[in-house]
């Protein structure tokens, strides 16, 4: 089976209404697993709260969840980003594993396809 080649797209999250930019959203292919996409994201200050948020790793899940080659897609993040976990929790995702290591704490969830 041929290497997967290393790739990564970023998105602005914009509010139409305001025509201005309110966030970021990233994926990329982890190289040393071919068939996980990791996603991250962030909303800014006063735009959070309001959905766009759960709104952006939807859209991340139905453009690369359900792609060819694809069984996982993760998300890493602090175990006291409560916020962020409960939007991943509510777009489908499960806790799969957290960091062995006492220095970064990291705990990763998952949402695979049906």
């Not at 970023?10 to 292919?29: K, P």
Request: charged share 20%; with cysteine.
């Amino acid at each position: 089976m041929p290497k997967a080649q290393p790739w990564a797209w970023f998105w602005a999250l914009e509010d139409r209404a305001e025509n201005r930019v309110i966030g970021l959203a990233e994926a990329t292919l982890v190289s040393c697993a071919p068939s996980v996409v990791r996603i991250g994201y962030g909303v800014f200050g006063e735009k959070r709260r309001q959905g766009y948020a759960k709104e952006a790793v939807i859209a991340l899940v139905e453009a690369f969840g359900h792609s060819a080659g694809v069984d996982q897609v993760e998300a890493i993040l602090q175990p006291a980003n409560v916020a962020s976990r409960r939007v991943l929790e509510h777009s489908g995702f499960e806790e799969c594993s957290a960091s062995t290591s006492a220095d970064d704490g990291m705990i990763t969830l998952c949402w695979t396809p049906d």
